[in-house]
């Protein structure tokens, strides 16, 4: 019996390790260069921003068809080895776009791109959160997923201000230093153990059969059928998220219409990851002091920041662009843990997806209009409108699931 406990608490510790691999695989997963000078770099490519916003629009249209395939796989064959798959394929994302100068081209790199992303979207959620339960460990979720997001936001303005100093000597640079960073990134995933919970993914490893997926989806179905509060989360927060990134990448052209260098814009951006981290760190406290309305709260604020964005002012538009990531950064961790609570592991990476899934309709609805917009008028009109737009739509939101 003792000899048994010590395996199981050795097996536990195993899986705990996954945790603080994730924070570095997370750290480098997150470290792009080229997050920030994506949209620069099409420009001086020869694309407008009406295109900028079609090629967005091609990786949500694939992120929109892949997702929950993809998440299902991650379900039935294993989280790790999805993981490094997605992994090679951003590779080959920043070698097509290296050598892209036309918009089919682009397009080509915004689909692998997709692919790379539908992989580890929900994936890597799943893996850490049923490596915490394994261990019995997920009560504690919530912080973690709080520090990951704190390692996503410095990730992020480290790679953002690395990709401004690097674009003003090369745009080809910045690619480069990408595949190099997702490269080290598969150290740490190929040191993580997977998680022996799922009677599901072992059933499809030994049988491969096609009943096996569709009994899969088909208990994913009557999940969403019979949990509403599942279906409330997958509705709500994508939405929300939607908006700022629309802000965030076309932040980067709007602010060099300013005038602005890219080493500036960098700048700014990494100013806007460290208010994110310090959002994030304080994430859990806000979360426990306004409860249930924290989400609409970060809605409201949301909306109000991106339209005040339109106000033809540097200092003004810079503040509130902050502002807007600032509260954007609250919303992963708290989505995340409640989220994962609601499901099981057997089904967890796919219901995940489909959270992604949500995320990529609503950017096929908002980015390539907004690219549309901002081509015939400006950025000015278009935040104005996207600020009153998400306003309006989050007041829908309240008035349908407030009293839930």
Not at 116 to 128: C, K, P, R
Request: with cysteine.
């Amino acid at each position: 019996m003792k000899k048994s406990d010590t395996n199981i608490k050795t097996d536990s510790g195993n899986y705990m390790k996954n945790v603080t691999l994730d924070y570095f695989f997370s750290f480098l997963r997150n470290f792009g260069v080229s997050q920030a000078i994506w949209v620069l770099f099409m420009v001086y490519r020869g694309q407008n921003l009406m295109e900028v916003g079609i090629a967005e629009g091609v990786f949500h249209v694939t992120s929109l068809l892949c997702e929950v395939p993809s998440g299902a796989a991650a379900d039935l064959l294993g989280r790790k080895r999805v993981m490094i798959l997605g992994r090679i394929l951003s590779v080959l994302s920043s070698v097509c776009m290296l050598y892209a100068h036309s918009l089919p081209a682009f397009c080509g790199a915004f689909i692998l791109s997709a692919l790379s992303y539908n992989l580890l979207s929900g994936t890597e959620d799943a893996l850490v959160y049923d490596s915490m339960k394994v261990s019995g460990a997920e009560s504690r979720y919530i912080t973690v997923s709080s520090r990951l997001n704190i390692i996503i936001e410095i990730a992020q303005g480290a790679g953002t201000f690395l990709g401004g100093v690097l674009s003003d000597r090369s745009f080809v640079l910045c690619y480069l230093v990408d595949i190099l960073v997702v490269c080290l990134s598969l150290l740490p995933l190929l040191m993580m153990n997977e998680p022996s919970v799922q009677t599901e993914s072992e059933e499809a490893a030994t049988a491969g059969s096609a009943g096996t997926l569709k009994d899969h989806f088909r208990t994913v179905w009557q999940i969403l059928k019979e949990n509403p509060a599942v279906v409330r989360i997958l509705l709500y927060y994508p939405a929300v998220t939607s908006f700022d990134a629309v802000l965030f990448f076309y932040g980067q052209q709007y602010f060099a219409d300013f005038g602005l260098t890219r080493m500036q814009i960098s700048i700014l951006m990494v100013i806007s990851s460290a208010f994110s981290c310090l959002a994030a760190l304080f994430c859990t406290r806000i979360l426990n002091y306004f409860g249930e309305k924290t989400k609409y709260i970060i809605s409201v604020i949301m909306g109000l920041s991106i339209l005040s964005c339109a106000y033809p002012d540097l200092r003004s538009a810079a503040f509130f662009f902050i502002l807007a990531n600032a509260v954007n950064s609250l919303i992963y961790p708290i989505e995340s843990s409640s989220l994962n609570a609601l499901i099981p592991s057997a089904q967890r990476a796919t219901i995940i997806s489909v959270d992604s899934m949500c995320y990529s309709v609503s950017m096929i609805l908002f980015f390539p209009l907004c690219g549309v917009v901002a081509t015939y008028a400006d950025l000015h009109v278009t935040f104005a409108a996207l600020g009153i737009l998400q306003l309006c739509l989050m007041g829908l939101l309240l008035h349908r699931f407030i009293s839930a």
